[in-house]
T-cell receptor, first 114, second 114 residues
Framework: EAGVTQFPSHSVIEKGQTVTLRCDPI?????LYWYRRVMGKEIKFLLH????????ESGMPNNRFLAERTGGTYSTLKVQPAELEDSGVYFC????????????FGPGTRLTVL | AQTVTQSQPEMSVQEAETVTLSCTYD???????LFWYKQPPSRQMILVIR??????QNATENRFSVNFQKAAKSFSLKISDSQLGDAAMYFC???????????FGKGTKLSVKP
């Protein structure tokens, strides 16, 4: 069974540009999470989808970030326009259920904003 | 708000020896779960071990075991017979059933010396 996949693995963009990150969860997992780790800091929660609905987006830093999960399968996270402080590693995770279910992580996308 | 603290930014262990990574947490929740995740240099984050707070027995997975002290809010990871492949960043994480998103510590970078 394929794990969580993310694309691209690395993205380098200039301040003010737009970047779209993609996450494909494990097949059959209704729950999809986005997390971010800024250099030297904790991995922080961004948002949580249940199927195509946003269950919790309390961790989204501002309105430059837009997450979608059309059809309840893969998800995209768009940053527009990107700022220097958006640099970091963006992780996606999925789980079958909510609450106590283990979250399985993708390899992450390393975003560098110059 | 829940917090997770890993007080050891870096640790080192000799191959075949035992090492213990520390983690403390703070919460007022009663129904929660604790995890150790491992992220090797290749970046894919892998679940190492999971502990349900309601279980008194410490979780074990082969060479990995935890010392869960609920009253002290401590959740340390012991790696026995360390192997070169254990070298990685180790993240301690907290999950409450009511919240759904993981709360991470800053991580401990473990080096294994041959």
């Amino acid at each position: 069974e394929a794990g969580v996949t993310q694309f691209p693995s690395h993205s380098v963009i200039e301040k003010g540009q737009t970047v779209t990150l993609r996450c494909d969860p494990i097949s059959g997992h209704d729950n999809l999470y986005w997390y971010r780790r800024v250099m030297g800091k904790e991995i922080k929660f961004l948002l949580h989808f249940v199927k195509e609905s946003k269950q919790d987006e309390s961790g989204m830093p501002n309105n430059r970030f837009l997450a979608e999960r059309t059809g309840g399968t893969y998800s995209t996270l768009k940053v527009q326009p990107a700022e220097l402080e958006d640099s970091g590693v963006y992780f996606c995770a999925s789980s079958q259920g909510t609450g106590a279910d283990t979250q399985y992580f993708g390899p992450g996308t390393r975003l560098t904003v110059l | 708000a829940q917090t997770v603290t890993q007080s050891q930014p870096e640790m080192s262990v000799q191959e075949a020896e035992t090492v213990t990574l520390s983690c403390t947490y703070d919460t007022s929740e009663s129904d929660y779960y604790l995890f150790w995740y491992k992220q090797p240099p290749s970046r894919q984050m892998i679940l190492v071990i999971r502990q349900e707070a309601y279980k008194q027995q410490n979780a074990t997975e082969n060479r990995f075991s935890v010392n869960f002290q609920k009253a002290a809010k401590s959740f340390s990871l012991k790696i026995s017979d360390s192997q070169l492949g254990d070298a990685a960043m180790y993240f301690c994480a907290f999950l409450s059933r009511s919240q759904g998103n993981l709360i991470f510590g800053k991580g401990t970078k473990l080096s294994v010396k041959p």
